[in-house]
């Protein structure tokens, strides 16, 4: 079994969920629930959100936090968000229309 980037964002989510909650990492397993296993409340896993998004310097949308059941679900979504290529670094045939476009054509 190799060892790539999304086991390497797998463990790194779980040892960050482990710190923050305060609890063994052997009982973050991606399929523990944050609510129901580990006890995390809402508030927890924004603020869960919040220490990852940090850490993966990345952008995390806290309105997902009530999606979140399993850790298995949180890697999913960090591995998702690491993985995407910022705008800047798109073809311009990704980029997103500048606020600057978007203005010219409303006036």
Do not use: Q
Request: a negative charge; charged letters at 30%.
């Amino acid at each position: 079994m190799s060892f790539d980037a999304s086991d390497a964002i797998g463990e790194k989510v779980r040892f960050v969920i482990a710190e923050h909650l305060g609890c063994a990492k052997t009982s973050v397993t991606h399929e523990a629930r944050l609510r129901e296993d580990l006890r995390a409340d809402s508030f927890d896993v924004i603020e869960l959100l919040l220490e990852l998004e940090e850490k993966f310097a990345t952008t995390v949308d806290e309105r997902l936090a009530n999606t979140f059941r399993t850790v298995a679900d949180v890697i999913a979504y960090m591995a998702r968000r690491v993985n995407e290529v910022p705008p800047s670094r798109a073809p311009a045939s990704r980029r997103s229309v500048g606020l600057e476009s978007t203005r010219r054509n409303v006036l």
